[in-house]
T-cell receptor
């Protein structure tokens, strides 16, 4: 069974304190891995797509990386406005194209 | 540009009452459409998806149904709500079979 596990469940950082969120996956074949940001009471907002091991994508203070077993979302010098839940999803090749979501990491950045 | 609208934003309904949540997409044609439910502390649970008008696939047996009467309209319904139907419902669209989904603002349903 395809699985997506995110860790930690919750993360508290001080403003400027860099850290990483993890998304590990066990799938038969990866078609794509996706990161989303979700603010409280809102729908998720698409951030990045990664397709193959070694690929990296950046947007402002966020950088997503991908290996054969996991993806990291690195947050450099975070600001309070980066506080949100970050969701990871994977799409499997050769099967249903429906992405499977992890439970997310709730990030709080204190000023 | 493409936009997605979902309503109502908040709904409080008694047990046994009907439900209708609507979602419309603008600025694109023949999108794949999705209904997800998100419970507190849990991930997104796929309820229904549609690749075209009148084509609905259900992922989880439940008290809910979905319909797609028009290309860019997706409706989630129930004839009789249960307490367990409470949650945050999200509509999303995608171009083809890409995993890049674009979500609406969500509908918070509380069943009392």
């Amino acid at each position: 069974e395809d699985q997506v596990t995110q860790s930690p469940e919750a993360l508290r950082l001080q403003e400027g304190e860099s850290s990483s969120l993890n998304c590990s996956y066990t799938v038969s074949g990866l078609r794509g891995l996706f990161w989303y940001r979700q603010d409280p009471g809102k729908g998720p907002e698409f951030l990045f797509t990664l397709y193959s091991a070694g690929e990296e994508k950046e947007k402002e203070r966020l950088k997503a990386t991908l290996t054969k077993k996991e993806s990291f979302l690195h947050i450099t010098a975070p600001k309070p406005e980066d506080s949100a839940t970050y969701l990871c999803a994977v799409q499997v090749s050769g099967g249903s194209y429906i992405p499977t979501f992890g439970r997310g990491t709730s990030l709080i950045v204190h000023p | 540009s493409q936009t997605i609208h979902q309503w109502p934003a908040t709904l409080v309904q008694p047990v046994g009452s009907p439900l209708s949540l609507e979602c419309t997409v603008e600025g694109t044609s023949n999108p794949n459409l999705y209904w997800y439910r998100q419970a507190a502390g849990r991930g997104l649970q796929l309820l229904f998806y549609s690749v075209g008008i009148g084509q609905i696939s259900s992922e989880v047996p439940q008290n809910l149904s979905a319909s797609r009467p028009q290309d860019r309209q997706f409706i989630l319904s129930s004839k009789k709500l249960l307490l367990s139907d409470s949650g945050f419902y999200l509509c999303a669209w995608a171009t083809g079979n890409t995993g890049e989904l674009f979500f609406g603002e969500g509908s918070r349903l509380t069943v009392l």
